[in-house]
């Protein structure tokens, strides 16, 4: 009966046992570096963490990732250990209890399921946040808020991703769909820039949306930006302050997430297997992101590039007042402009493009259509650096030059489609 009245519980509920389906059959190699980063801070504490070489390494030396991420591995890590004692203590204590499940909770694959449930319970978060903002840019219509949620629930581009591969991209997006939310439609000036904070302690890929949040911020709240401003760096610097160990204690939040959370990220190449502009212009070679085309380093090339359509976007922005599902088209855009032309850019970044589109492909049925395609292209280019599971033909096609030159041009033509789109929008629109 409760269903009954309410069909987005049935979906969200849909959605979750999809991702709890999915959730131990594989991990990807990242998330032994999660586990590593979890249980070095459990086990050795926070204090000197982004100091301490971690106690495994897998990919990187030192922790890369920032605070709220490491404090949700911590958080995955407690919640693990305390089930498996419990399982544990059961088994001892009652001899009917199924000993298979200690075996069960000793098993790699479970421990990294526990890993994967902030990005599980992001995704749903992304979804409700989506439902909220269809509430009120559509309210007549009553369908849409069932669309928006599915776009997400039931998008491959997001399940795998979280409950399958086990990355984390879906927590900041989580926080940066949030924040954009209370700045379109709430008077409350503090709250905004906490949440948007938040996302860039989840993870630093967030970092592209400053200039369009900072801008939109201003506009609304005017010299409340200065105090926006002031809490953001509150928040920053407390999130930090556990992980002190020795230093200039004011600018070590500062000069650590620069120097070890931005700075180490990827690998220093000028597109680390992306389908995005370097990767048509390297063809999968690793060329570093540091050597020069024309005279101009890489790495400042697509600074320019990036740099170009962004203050491009903005300034239409500035210029014409646009309707909240055409300011979060805007949004969507600069990030896809950051994940075709920035260097180092991993194909896990443009999740966070397509959350930003849903609003408007509900409005426009050609928009829909390429909202689906960008899914669809967005989830080969995950299964292009992670085949799980493996498909010999599947594998085969995604790893074809032709196919992969094809579905880069693709992704280019769609965004410079939505780009014209944008252009041509009028005021209100």
Same mark, same amino acid.
């Given at each position: 009966?409760?269903?009954?009245?309410?069909p987005?519980?049935?979906?969200?509920?849909?959605?979750?046992i999809?991702?709890?389906c999915?959730?131990?059959?594989?991990?990807?190699?990242?998330?032994?570096s999660?586990?590593?980063?979890?249980?070095?801070?459990?086990?050795?504490?926070?204090?000197?963490?982004?100091?301490?070489?971690?106690?495994a390494?897998? &990919?990187? /030396?030192?922790?890369?990732?920032p605070?709220?991420?490491?404090?949700?591995?911590?958080?995955?890590?407690?919640?693990?250990?305390?089930?498996?004692?419990?399982?544990?203590?059961?088994?001892?204590?009652?001899?009917?209890f199924?000993?298979?499940?200690?075996?069960?909770?000793?098993?790699?694959?479970?421990l990294?399921?526990?890993?994967?449930?902030?990005?599980?319970?992001?995704?749903?978060?992304? &979804?409700f946040?989506l439902?909220?903002?269809?509430?009120?840019?559509?309210?007549?219509?009553?369908?849409?808020?069932m669309?928006?949620?599915?776009?997400?629930?039931?998008?491959?581009?997001?399940?795998?991703?979280?409950?399958?591969?086990?990355?984390?991209? &879906?927590?900041?997006?989580?926080?940066?769909?949030?924040?954009?939310? *209370?700045?379109?439609?709430?008077?409350?000036?503090?709250?905004?820039?906490?949440? @948007?904070?938040?996302?860039?302690l989840?993870k630093?890929?967030?970092? /592209?949306?400053?200039?369009?949040?900072?801008?939109?911020?201003?506009?609304?709240?005017?010299?409340?930006v200065?105090?926006?401003?002031?809490?953001?760096l509150?928040? @920053?610097?407390?999130?930090?302050?556990?992980?002190?160990?020795?230093?200039?204690?004011?600018?070590?939040?500062?000069?650590t997430?620069?120097?070890?959370?931005?700075?180490?990220?990827?690998?220093?190449?000028?597109?680390?297997?992306?389908f995005?502009?370097?990767a048509?212009?390297s063809q999968?070679?690793?060329?570093?992101d540091?050597?020069?085309?024309?005279?101009?380093?890489?790495?400042?090339?697509?600074?320019?590039?990036?740099?170009? @359509?962004?203050? *491009?976007?903005l300034?239409?922005?500035?210029?014409?007042?646009?309707?909240?599902?055409?300011?979060?088209?805007?949004?969507?855009?600069?990030?896809?402009?950051?994940?075709?032309?920035?260097?180092?850019?991993?194909?896990?970044?443009?999740?966070?493009?397509?959350?930003?589109?849903?609003?408007? &492909?509900?409005?426009?049925?050609?928009?829909m259509?390429?909202?689906?395609?960008?899914? *669809?292209?967005?989830?080969?280019?995950?299964?292009?650096?992670?085949?799980?599971?493996?498909?010999?033909?599947?594998?085969?096609?995604?790893?074809?030059?032709?196919?992969?030159?094809? *579905?880069?041009?693709?992704?280019?033509g769609?965004?410079f489609?939505?780009?014209?789109?944008?252009?041509?929008?009028?005021?209100?629109?």
């Amino acid at each position: 009966m409760v269903f009954k009245k309410h069909p987005l519980l049935i979906l969200f509920s849909l959605g979750l046992i999809l991702r709890l389906c999915l959730i131990f059959l594989d991990f990807s190699f990242d998330v032994n570096s999660f586990i590593t980063w979890g249980r070095d801070a459990f086990v050795l504490g926070f204090r000197g963490f982004y100091e301490r070489p971690s106690s495994a390494v897998f &990919a990187n /030396v030192y922790p890369n990732y920032p605070p709220l991420a490491v404090y949700l591995f911590y958080l995955s890590h407690g919640l693990y250990t305390l089930v498996k004692t419990l399982v544990w203590q059961l088994n001892v204590s009652f001899p009917v209890f199924p000993s298979q499940l200690v075996f069960f909770f000793d098993a790699r694959s479970t421990l990294a399921a526990f890993y994967k449930l902030p990005s599980i319970f992001s995704d749903l978060g992304i &979804a409700f946040t989506l439902v909220l903002f269809v509430r009120k840019l559509f309210p007549k219509k009553k369908s849409y808020s069932m669309l928006a949620a599915s776009l997400v629930l039931f998008n491959p581009a997001f399940f795998y991703n979280s409950a399958y591969w086990g990355q984390t991209e &879906a927590i900041s997006i989580f926080f940066l769909l949030l924040s954009f939310y *209370f700045l379109l439609f709430s008077k409350k000036a503090v709250v905004v820039p906490i949440l @948007f904070t938040l996302a860039l302690l989840s993870k630093q890929s967030a970092i /592209v949306f400053v200039p369009v949040f900072l801008l939109l911020y201003f506009l609304k709240f005017k010299m409340n930006v200065v105090k926006g401003v002031l809490i953001s760096l509150i928040i @920053f610097w407390i999130s930090f302050f556990p992980f002190y160990k020795s230093g200039d204690i004011l600018l070590f939040p500062f000069t650590t997430y620069f120097k070890r959370v931005l700075g180490a990220s990827g690998l220093p190449f000028i597109s680390n297997h992306a389908f995005n502009f370097w990767a048509l212009i390297s063809q999968w070679k690793n060329i570093p992101d540091t050597i020069y085309l024309l005279g101009v380093r890489y790495q400042f090339w697509g600074y320019l590039l990036t740099g170009f @359509f962004i203050v *491009f976007i903005l300034k239409i922005l500035v210029k014409r007042k646009f309707s909240s599902s055409n300011i979060l088209l805007a949004i969507g855009l600069t990030a896809f402009a950051a994940f075709l032309f920035l260097t180092k850019i991993h194909e896990r970044h443009f999740e966070q493009v397509l959350p930003f589109l849903i609003p408007a &492909a509900l409005q426009d049925k050609h928009i829909m259509k390429v909202f689906v395609a960008l899914s *669809f292209v967005h989830f080969l280019n995950l299964y292009h650096n992670w085949p799980v599971p493996k498909v010999d033909v599947l594998i085969s096609f995604v790893h074809n030059p032709l196919v992969v030159n094809f *579905f880069i041009v693709t992704f280019l033509g769609l965004f410079f489609y939505l780009f014209r789109y944008y252009f041509n929008r009028r005021s209100r629109a």
